[in-house]
């Protein structure tokens, strides 16, 4: 077997959580010979640093299975050639905001959390956090950390932020971390679509993620139906009966 590139460490459970997840990955076009390492735990950090101990080749690309992307984007994030990157991607819940954080807030262990603005790099966005899925972290900076490299609670005793932990070893090392602002991938979630009547009669249609709700238009009428029981276009013309568009 040709020796690899580098390696993808997945990270999901034993049922998987999204089928999406799977065609992204199906998609994707490695540099080279690349090792797969799956890893089926709730432990996150032991599954992360057992990702790193098996890794072969002169990167690690971790991957969770809430995520879909474009076939390309393991190798845009290669061509950047830095130690530590994520591609842009957002929080799955309100007020969903990019995954990345600047520099210590005055209690010295949370961080400042970035939100996007019109400012922001075209390209590389130094971050002093980001989160571990979509993270592509080149073989000399887990040789410069001592392990184990991923480790929970030392943030908050509640929170897993085992992501939180590793990038401060990365920095604490001396090395940085980098967002790509051009490559972005995608968080799966899952949600509900409702109809909610307004108090003037008027009918609008309901996204909800978590928390938060996002009201759009109902979908358009594509015919009505007179007195007759005649059905009609919504210029009043008469419908065909053999068509089936009208029924999707």
């Known amino acids: 077997m040709p020796t690899p590139a580098g390696t993808i460490g997945i990270l999901t459970t034993e049922h998987g959580r999204y089928s999406r997840f799977w065609n992204s990955f199906m998609a994707i076009q490695p540099p080279g010979p690349t090792k797969i390492i799956t890893k089926y735990s709730l432990n996150i950090a032991e599954a992360r ?3 790193i101990e098996e890794a072969e080749g002169d990167w690690l690309w971790f991957m969770d299975d809430d995520h879909v992307f474009h076939p390309s984007l393991l190798r845009n994030l290669l061509a950047r050639n830095v130690d530590v990157i994520q591609p842009l991607v957002l929080s799955r819940y309100d007020p969903f905001g990019p ?3 600047g520099p210590k807030a005055p209690n010295g262990k949370a961080h400042w959390r970035f939100a996007l603005n019109q400012n922001d790099p075209l390209d590389l966005k130094e971050v002093y956090v980001a989160g571990a899925a979509g993270m592509l972290i080149r073989r000399h900076v887990w040789e410069k950390i001592e392990k184990p490299w991923f480790t929970m609670g030392q943030i908050d005793p509640a929170v897993l932020s085992e992501d939180m932990a590793f990038c401060h070893k ?9 967002c790509d602002m051009e490559n972005i991938m995608e968080h799966l979630n899952v949600g509900s679509v409702f109809p909610r009547r307004k108090p003037d009669g008027s009918w609008v249609t309901v996204i909800r993620f978590g928390n938060a709700e996002v009201e759009i238009p109902v979908a358009p009428a594509k ?21 089936t568009d009208i029924y999707k």
Do not use: E
């Open 49 to 51: 640093n057992q990702c």
């Open 99 to 101: 995954v990345i954080m």
């Open 170 to 178: 990365v920095t604490a090392a001396g090395m940085k971390i980098w």
């Open 223 to 243: 015919f009505r139906v007179d007195a007759n029981g005649v059905a009609l276009d919504m210029d009043g013309n008469p419908i065909d009966s053999n068509r």
